[in-house]
């Protein structure tokens, strides 16, 4: 029985060194600029890849695909527009859930606003996101608001509970700034 114990300790204690020796493998460099002269970097473009999306008035491209609006969603999460948008309720940035759209509901409205940006805080995403993700995020924002059919709107996320799921919202009849039915 002391030969068990005294060989986990020798076990455990080899384990330890070996975690110990590959904590300093190599240098990641985070933060620091690469060699070369700046001017030599290459410049970005607005060109994105991808075909020509065609949208009608008051209809965006994914109002019919609930895979690309259901990917809309997970865009909204992973690009942080829970953090000014709350879950579509507000907070920082306007609600998303209501009939109130400060620069329109219209999909093209929504499109340029999340791709050029807006005063007081809605940051351009245009360079950061290509537009075909773009308009998944627009279809995903109407889907907050009822705009979408039920069957295309995602259901709520298993791991967070918020309130209804998009597919039980409501359909509201978008206002702009003034407080003109935009429909």
């Known amino acids: 029985m002391k030969r068990a114990g005294v060989r986990a300790v020798v076990a455990a ?24 002269n700046p001017a030599d970097a290459a410049s970005l473009t607005p060109l994105q890849p991808g075909p020509t999306i ?3 008035a008051g209809r965006g491209p994914y109002d019919e695909n609930a895979y690309k609006v259901n990917e809309g969603k997970f865009l909204y ?18 609600a998303l859930m209501d009939e109130n759209w400060i620069y329109g509901s219209d999909p093209r409205q929504i499109f340029s606003s999340i791709a050029q940006g807006r005063p007081n805080g809605m940051p351009a995403w245009g360079t950061r996101l290509s537009n075909d993700q773009i308009w998944r995020l627009v279809g995903y924002v109407r889907s907050m608001s009822g705009q979408l059919r039920k069957d295309v709107a995602p259901t709520r996320s298993d791991d ?19 407080g003109a039915t935009e429909r």
């Open 13 to 36: 204690g080899v384990a330890g060194a070996l975690v110990l020796s590959s904590c300093e493998r190599e240098n990641r460099g985070y933060g620091e600029e690469p060699a070369g």
């Open 160 to 178: 967070m509970f918020y309130g209804p799921s998009e597919q039980r919202a409501k359909e509201l009849t978008p206002k702009n700034a003034t």
């Open 77 to 94: 999460s992973a690009m942080n527009c829970v953090g000014c948008h709350a879950n579509g309720g507000g907070g920082m940035g306007p």
């Open 54 to 56: 065609r949208v009608t």
